[in-house]
Nanobody, 120 residues
């Protein structure tokens, strides 16, 4: 089994910053990719940012230039630095990991979600 533990959500004013963290642990052989998704009320879950093992990244257009994803491979941890936050960034943010488990199977896992609220 693999567990993803997220931290760093909260309430912030427009223009503020937050940093999300997510650590994967358990029966991991290697990690192909880690990323962050978000889901606002009444909306579908969308990819926010993703980073693969090579370090390549991709972002949804609405966060380009404001959010930055990074990864510590040794710790199986991914970070999402969110700057210049806007009210429309308000959502539950979910960590996702695409991993090779110790039984050599490729599996996908989700974190429990962390609330990010941008409001004055």
């Amino acid at each position: 089994q693999v567990q993803l533990v997220e931290s760093g959500g909260g309430l912030v004013q427009p223009g503020g910053s937050l940093r999300l963290s997510c650590t994967a642990s358990g029966s991991i052989s290697s990690v192909y990719a880690m990323g962050w998704y978000r889901q606002a009320p009444g909306m579908q879950r969308e990819l926010v940012a993703k980073i693969v093992s090579s370090g390549s990244t991709n972002y949804v257009d609405s966060v380009k230039g404001r959010f930055s994803i990074s990864r510590d491979n040794a710790k199986n941890t991914v970070y999402l630095q969110m700057d210049s936050l806007k009210p429309e960034d308000t959502a539950v943010y979910y960590c996702n990991a695409d991993v090779k488990t110790t039984d050599l199977m490729r599996r996908n896992y989700w974190g429990q979600g962390t609330q990010v609220t941008v409001s004055s």
